[in-house]
Nanobody, 123 residues
Framework: QVHLVESGGGLVQAGGSLRLSCAGS????????MGWFRQAPGKEREFVSA????????FYTDSVKGRFTISRDHAKNTVYLQMNSLKPEDTALYYC????????????????WGQGTQVTVSS
């Protein structure tokens, strides 16, 4: 059974940084494109970032470009999301996702979901 386990969330002041990690078990994540979604209270879940299988391609939603960086470490079977210059509007539950066939930049392209890690940015 595949598990994606996120960590690294927490409470941070605006302008601060957090690094989210997503560790995989039950599956070699190097077979998958990986990504992150988020869902803020009262809002729909939205795509945040994705990275190709090789790590050679990265993609971001416009609101996080220049502030967030996605990366992956195949040896550790882990994907990261470095979040800098955080804003209160980044407050959300962040989900790690994996796509075995497509880049998971849409929910219908996601094959596996993590349980989520909460990020709260205070003003």
């Amino acid at each position: 059974q595949v598990h994606l386990v996120e960590s690294g969330g927490g409470l941070v002041q605006a302008g601060g940084s957090l690094r989210l990690s997503c560790a995989g078990s039950g599956r070699d994540l190097s077979d998958d494109a990986m990504g992150w979604f988020r869902q803020a209270p009262g809002k729909e879940r939205e795509f945040v970032s994705a990275i190709t299988r090789t790590g050679g391609g990265t993609f971001y939603t416009d609101s996080v470009k220049g502030r967030f960086t996605i990366s992956r470490d195949h040896a550790k079977n882990t994907v990261y999301l470095q979040m800098n210059s955080l804003k209160p509007e980044d407050t959300a539950l962040y989900y790690c996702v994996a796509g075995s066939r497509y880049l998971p930049n849409r929910e219908d392209r996601v094959d596996y979901w993590g349980q989520g890690t909460q990020v709260t940015v205070s003003s």
